[in-house]
């Protein structure tokens, strides 16, 4: 009886593998010539610092080709901004403190370098009274009922 006692403290004395052991090559390996269910996953970008996902259109939208490239805002547009906030006597902080906006947004669009973004271009055509966009740049913005 003694020596049944000791096999049984013996065999229930196993050591589990660590997560490190268990993970490693070898101990999954090992756990599938037993037969023993495995499930493995690979964490994608495990450990490193990516944060930004760069899709293959991305990456063509930002080497700009000739068949595929970001729209700018036209320098009409911007001389017309440029004209209407100096005869106020604005600066662009100014402008910019208006529409809520960054400086550096109407600098953007003042050098046509801005990418059209219909809600920034309502908010300026709002501030100076004049159109930004279609046939009609630099004519006032006619004010009247709103259709509901």
Request: net charge positive.
């Amino acid at each position: 009886m003694a020596e049944s006692d000791w096999d049984a403290r013996r065999c229930c004395a196993k050591r589990v593998p660590t997560a490190a052991q268990a993970t490693s090559k070898q101990a999954i390996l090992a756990a599938q010539r037993r037969g023993e269910d495995v499930e493995t996953s690979k964490k994608w970008a495990a450990g490193q610092n990516k944060q930004h996902w760069i899709t293959k259109n991305t990456a063509k939208l930002d080497r700009e080709t000739e068949e595929l490239h970001h729209d700018r805002v036209t320098l009409e547009v911007g001389k017309v901004v440029q004209q209407d906030r100096q005869s106020k006597g604005l600066t662009q902080k100014g402008q910019a403190t208006k529409i809520n906006e960054k400086p550096q947004v109407i600098a953007d669009y003042e050098g046509g370098r801005a990418i059209p973004i219909n809600q920034v271009l309502g908010k300026i055509e709002r501030a100076i009274g004049l159109k930004l966009w279609g046939k009609a740049i630099g004519k006032p913005i006619a004010k009247g009922p709103r259709a509901k």
